[in-house]
């Protein structure tokens, strides 16, 4: 008995080292300025320098790997298609023993301060660099297979119907259609012109005309639907007449066709007019 009570003398005093440690371990440090940061914190990004000694111990073993979730997330300079299957590509890439990283990496819609300093993908990023390094060697890249899958799935699916949207990013050609749509406007407006008593543009919204249509690859039109949009009710009279006519308009317009991969295929089209 005569050493129970050191020994509950011990514990109490390790117990209550142990929750002035907890406490002071949660203390926050305040920061006050920039000078404050610099001297007080001392950043040690260990995920971060853990995962680039795995990423290169792994390519020096010949485990090399692409994310595809990091790969499209960082892919700024080209702007995929909705048909495009990344599967595609990594079929081409274990050609070069380039397997998938499925690895999830979750990126958020708002930054915090902690992610300037504790970095996401560090692993996945460095695998980024080497696969590239690989296929620059073997006279291809990332841009080229994706664009070889694009322009096989085009090439397998002649007369699926595809979003203008999805159309080639061509300077020349989109400056080209562009202008071809304002003349089409004009053209529409001299030869269906405004009547003397229609009410010209006196709210805070346009009124509009919409022609929404299928341009076939031999260049008919299918499914096509018109719809005009009055903001003023004065002008609800001429409804039919401006609808009627863009029905003619379109149908005997030759228009001009987007390309898929450089390959004419049937397209969705939207030609819109605003009103004065």
Same mark, same amino acid.
């Given at each position: %008995? +005569?050493?129970?009570?050191?020994?509950? *003398?011990?514990?109490? #005093?390790?117990?209550?080292?142990?929750? #002035?440690?907890?406490? @002071?371990?949660?203390?926050?440090?305040?920061?006050?300025?920039?000078?404050?940061?610099?001297?007080?914190?001392?950043?040690?990004?260990?995920?971060?320098?853990?995962?680039?000694?795995?990423?290169?111990?792994?390519?020096?073993?010949?485990?090399?790997?692409?994310?595809?979730?990091?790969?499209? @997330?960082?892919?700024?300079?080209?702007?995929?298609?909705?048909? *495009?299957? +990344?599967?595609?590509? *990594?079929?081409?890439?274990?050609?070069?023993?380039?397997?998938?990283?499925?690895?999830?990496?979750?990126?958020?819609?708002?930054?915090?301060?902690?992610?300037?300093? *504790?970095?996401?993908?560090?692993?996945?990023?460095?695998?980024?660099?080497?696969? !590239?390094?690989?296929?620059?060697?073997?006279?291809?890249?990332?841009?080229?297979?994706?664009?070889?899958? !694009?322009?096989?799935?085009?090439?397998?699916?002649?007369?699926?119907?595809?979003?203008?949207?999805?159309?080639?990013?061509?300077?020349?050609?989109?400056?080209?259609?562009?202008?071809? %749509?304002?003349?089409?406007? =004009?053209?529409?407006?001299?030869?269906?012109?405004?009547?003397?008593?229609?009410?010209?543009?006196?709210?805070?919204?346009?009124?509009?005309?919409? #022609?929404?249509?299928?341009? %076939?690859?031999?260049?008919?039109?299918?499914?096509?639907?018109?719809?005009?949009?009055?903001?003023?009710?004065?002008?609800?009279?001429?409804?039919?007449?401006?609808?009627?006519?863009?029905?003619?308009?379109?149908?005997?317009?030759?228009?001009?066709?987007?390309?898929?991969?450089? =390959?004419?295929?049937?397209? !969705? %089209?939207?030609?819109?007019?605003?009103?004065?």
């Amino acid at each position: %008995m +005569k050493f129970i009570a050191p020994l509950l *003398f011990l514990l109490l #005093a390790i117990a209550s080292c142990n929750e #002035a440690d907890k406490k @002071q371990s949660n203390q926050k440090i305040k920061i006050y300025n920039t000078e404050d940061f610099n001297s007080k914190v001392e950043i040690v990004d260990t995920l971060c320098i853990n995962e680039t000694n795995r990423a290169k111990e792994d390519i020096k073993k010949g485990k090399i790997s692409l994310n595809g979730d990091y790969w499209l @997330q960082n892919l700024h300079y080209y702007r995929t298609k909705s048909y *495009f299957n +990344k599967d595609d590509v *990594f079929k081409e890439l274990s050609n070069y023993n380039i397997t998938k990283d499925t690895t999830l990496i979750i990126y958020n819609d708002i930054r915090t301060l902690a992610e300037d300093y *504790f970095k996401k993908g560090c692993y996945q990023k460095i695998m980024k660099y080497e696969v !590239e390094k690989i296929l620059r060697k073997n006279g291809t890249s990332l841009d080229s297979l994706i664009a070889k899958s !694009e322009r096989q799935y085009v090439f397998n699916h002649p007369d699926e119907i595809y979003k203008t949207i999805d159309s080639d990013d061509d300077r020349p050609a989109r400056k080209d259609c562009y202008n071809f %749509m304002i003349k089409s406007e =004009i053209d529409f407006i001299e030869e269906y012109p405004y009547p003397d008593d229609y009410k010209f543009k006196n709210e805070k919204y346009y009124s509009y005309i919409n #022609a929404d249509f299928i341009l %076939m690859k031999d260049g008919t039109i299918e499914n096509l639907t018109v719809e005009a949009t009055f903001q003023n009710p004065e002008n609800l009279k001429y409804k039919s007449y401006f609808e009627n006519g863009l029905r003619k308009f379109v149908l005997k317009t030759k228009w001009i066709h987007p390309k898929y991969s450089g =390959i004419i295929r049937n397209s !969705e %089209m939207h030609f819109n007019i605003y009103f004065k």
